[in-house]
Each structure stands twice: as structure tokens, then as C-alpha cells.
DNA sequence: CTGAAAGCGCTTACAG
DNA sequence: CTGAAAGCGCTTACAG
């Protein structure tokens, strides 16, 4: 295992310069001695140490993926996509989950990426000034997926425009009373970054347009998780006067949300429309109408624009659509409806999440 | 940022040897040079360069964790905890995702960990002698989870009992034609491993035991997903003698079959009773009646038994307590009532999946 | 407790 | 096209 340069040299009958040339595909080599020197490593199983040509290069050759939790569909779909893409180019991937503040401080204070990797990719975290600047300083490329800064490669979607036309949908529905269940971060930790805020404006947008008056007790706001959109669905359900339809920035919290209001024994979406944002792969399993933002060519994308940033190139900064999916969550709201007290349909059949 | 060993010596008026053991806290440096050699690497920013370290030390410090697939809920949780456990023993997580075949031959055979890992941890796939054998020729410490080796750590749990449990559970409720949908991998991809062909064995026990006769028919297999799960269950609707009741290996492959299911208007649990395997977040949302493997417990043991393996310990392998969690997704057999026409309650309240 | 020196295993100007 | 040599930035016996 510990077969070296020198012992491929001598096999190969040539000096360890010329090893390393031509197992590098360096040009300047013969195509006779590049042979040569390719088998008596194949013979040997060489492959050069990792960290003597990181020492030697400067180059690691492998990138780090930073998101705020592992254990969400999102991230565990976006990484997927992005290290796939990276190790194609022959990087390997560092991973590093900061969930709680207190990691967030740790890692962009501690120049711990410096000679760990070449480039960093940002998942769902607006950095600041001050923490671009520490990778910068550390020699880290970096592109960011779900944020925006000037001069740093980046993916995105016109989340604004998304929350407007989701929140169109249902006005069109002919629903008035229109909630927001958005994402707020937990005192310790860090998730959510900007694009939940965006769609709070979309929504704002879309109401004013239309000339629905806005509430505040109409806008909730919890942890991005199944159990955080139940919570803001519960208090949503005490409001005053309830709402026909909410627009949730995330799917996992719309779960929440649909399971709060079948334990309150209404019916959706003949009672209560519901429509969330990502397109999670159960959404279908549930039937939620929802936004969907090409989640796995975002990996892609951001991957490759590290790559190309790695190659010297300028960092670019790429929009992805945002496209309604309509399922079985929203309908029109039931008060416009003919009969609102005599049951107008069978209505256990073909219901959404009904299994 | 390239401060090296050098200036902080300087600084700190001392030599090289002084400053790299007083900064990795070796005995034999008195407590005041220590301090004046921490100072001064404070005031520098400095860090040793991990290169370097792991040229001379031969240690790399950082472990690799092998998945099949990295978007499904199981894996982004047990990933997460497992990285979190390691994070905290000072070593960084580099990810290998080996969906196919050919990702995992050249995985295998290439000696890629060599010199980038000390240690790896395989998930969810049974590796050969050859492949194991690969790994500590390559001086890698490894850990499995949900497989085991001779020789080698592992978490796993019993998945035979866990396969019984689940379905005397179903038996219990007075069903007898009990139908089971597995996992197979497909023709490129290397998912699945041993435990769900337990989970086959488990169901078959419990049905000997029960005098229940099996049949072939009975037993679907699919690809590791709602898709899969849809498939297999569709296959199962079209059975000369259509079964009441479904042990799944899979959550998510469970609900597949909830859709499938509410799409051919069968009422679950009334028509059909269905029960899955791993307590899945989102089984909540639905309502499925599952089988809990303390999925998050499995992840940080699968890392300790690494970290313990790294320091010299011996292997270990532990085994995780499976329980069932009976949620909304499983009752006795509709035939079994009383009234089996007319509808024996308002049915539309409080069912599984109807939000 | 501290320091001078060799060595870890590559890569890369510099000559030839 | 090929080789000898310096250097990448640490760690660790070996002396003292």
C-alpha cells in the first residue's frame, strides 16, 4: 500500500519527476515512457499520498458543503445532486452541518477550511460581509445556493415573484382570507436565510394588489419542520376570524399544517386550502399543491459554478423557475359555495391524504 | 493566512519542535512556554496546516461515511448524527454517495480512502470479504451499520423479531391474508442490503407460526421508494385473492402504497390495513403504523464504535431495540365486522392521511 | 523542558 | 523529453 513514487520510478526505470509527469497527464512526456511508467504503477497499485501533493500543490482538490441541518429532503436532495457533480470532476466533498449558532461562530471564525479545501458551497445561509471575507482570506472559492452576494457565484430563485404567484392562486380560488405560515429561526440556530422572507413579500405583494387588506395575525411564523407548521396552524386556527387558505414556505411545515387541520376534523381542501413551496417528494403521496423550484438542478447548477469559479472563471449567478403545481390541497373556499351545510359530495372519497 | 510553524516560533521565542507540541497539548512543555507559544499562534491566526500534519503524522484526521443514496430521510438523519458525533471528536466527515454499481466497483477497487481517511463507516450495504478486505489494506478503520463482519464494528438491529412483531401485530387484528413488499435492488443500483431480505424471513415466520399458508404472490419486491412502494402495491391489487393487510419494509416505500391505495378508493384502515418500517418523520402526517429502529440512537453509535476502533479499541457491535408504533394506518379486516355494508361509523373523521 | 535535524511523499522550476 | 534538487509545512526521535 505504501508504494511510492520511487518504487514506480524504479520499476519504470525513469527518475520520480518523470512519475510524476506522466501520471499526471502533465505534458512533456513520451507516450512510450508515459506507458512505461503507467504500468509499473497499475502493477504496483500506486496512487500518489494525498497529502504530500496537497503539501507539494496547494491544492486539495476537494470542496466543502456547508447547510444548516442533514436530515431535511431538501438538503439531503441538493447535496446529493451537487457532490455527484463534483465528483465527476474529481473532488472530493467535506461536509459540514452548522444547525446551531454557536457551530455557525465556530466555523467562520476558525480558518478551519484553509488547506482542507479549495472551494466552500453555501447552502441556505445568507453569509455576512465578515464571514465571506474569512473564506475569501482562507483562499476558499465559494458559491452560494439560496443567497445572494456581490461577487460570489450563486443559485437562486426570484422567490418574491414565487410567493406572489403562489398567493395569486388562491385569490383566484376566490379565497380572501389568506395566511402565511413562514420561517423564523429558533433562538439557536441558523436556518431559514433570506428566500422565506421573500415569499412573506410575494404574499404581501399579491394581497395589496389585489386589494386585501393585511393582518398580522394572519402572518405565523415557526421552525421549518413538520411540528412548526402545526404550531403556527394551531394558532392560526384561534385567530379571530379564521382564515379560508394558508400559503406555507416550506412543504415539511405544510405537513404540519395538514395534519393539525385533520385532527381538527376539517376537511381540505373543502374546508381549508392549503398550498406549500419545494415540491418535497411526498407532496404527492398527501396530494399538496405546492411551488416547485427544480430543487435537483439547483445542486447541479451551484456545484458547477464552483467548478468553474476553481477554474479561474468569473463566479456566476444563476435563477432557477418557480412553477405551480396544482394537487389536491386547494380548491375554492367553501363559504362560496351553494350549499355550506349539506354535504355536497360523498366526501371521504378521493380526498387529499386520505390513503 | 500562510502563517506557518516558523513565525509563531519566532514570535514566541522559541523553536519549531517547541511551538507544534505546545499547540497539540504534548507533554513535556512547561505550562509557561505553552501559554507564550499559545499567545502568540492567538495573535497570528495561526493553524497548522493539515497537509503537512498528515504528511508527517500519517494520520488524516477526518473519516468517510459511504451511503447509497443521500435524498431519503433515513440517511440525511443517520448522516447528521453521525457527523455531529465526529465532529465533536475533532474529525471532519468527507461523503462518498455509491448509487450504482459502478460507483461502488470503482469505489472499491481504486484504494481512493488511502490517505484521505482513517476510518470509514458503510451504510445500509453489505460489503464483500474482498471489498472489506480492500478497505484495511488501504489501513482504514470501518464500522458498518444495518450490516455485520467478522472482525469489523457495527450497529444493526434484529430484523427478523422486528419482521415477526410486525406482522403477528397484523395477525393479531385477525388478518390472515397478509401481503409483504420488500426491497430489490435494481439492475445498476446496490441499495437495500440484508435487513429488508430479514424483514422477508421475519414476515414468513410469523405466518408458519400463525398456520397461515404463504404464497408467492403475496410477496412483492421493489425499488427502495414511493414509486416502488406504488408499484408494488398495484401489482398486489390485481391478485386472484386480493390480501387485507401489508407489511412494507420501507416507510417511504409505505407510502406509495397509501397512494395507491386512496387512488383505487380503498379506505385505510378500514379496507386495508397497512404498516411500515423505520418511523419515518413524516409518518405522522399520514397516520402510518410503523416499525421505530431508533434511527438517530444508531447513527451516533455507528460513529463512537469508529472513534473507539481509531483509539485502539476493539470492535464493536451493538444492537438496536425495534418497537411497533401503532398509529392510524392499521385495524382488523373490514370482513370481520359486524355489519360489513353498512358503513359502521361517520368514516370521514379522524382517518389517516385526510387532512 | 527545549532545540537541531531528518523525514513524511509528493511537485516543480531549473538544467541539460 | 528527462533528471537532480529544492521545497511544501509539519512532526518526532535524538541529544542535551
Redesign the interface.
Known sequence: ?TTSVESVAERAGVSVSTVSRALRSVPGVSAATRKRVQDAADEL?Y?A????S??ATGR?M?VG?VVP?????F???V??EA??TL?QAGF????F?LGTRAQRERFFS???L???TDGVIIMALQPSKAELESLT???QAVALLGAEAQGFGSVSVDNVSAGRAAVRHLLNLGHERIAFIGIRDEESSNLGGVPPLQRLMGYREALAEAGVPGDDMLEQFDENS?DGGAAAMSRLLVTEQVPTAVFVASDEMA??V??V???A????PRDFS?LGFDNH??C???GLTTMDHEVAEQGQDVARILLDILQGGPPANLSRAVRLVVRE?TAPPHVLRTTPTAPDSP?????????
Open positions: 500500500m497499485g496512487s499520498s494525498p497529502a504530500a496537497r503539501l486539495t476537494t458543503i441541518v442533514l436530515a431535511k429532503w438538503f439531503g436532495k447535496i446529493g457532490t455527484h465528483r472530493d466533498v467535506l461536509l452541518e476558525s480558518a478551519h484553509h488547506g482542507r482570506a482562507q483562499g413538520v405537513f404540519g395538514l395534519k387541520l385533520r385532527k376534523g376539517l376537511d381540505v392549503v417528494e411526498l404527492d403521496v398527501v390541497t366526501h371521504s372519497a378521493g380526498h387529499p391524504g386520505t390513503p
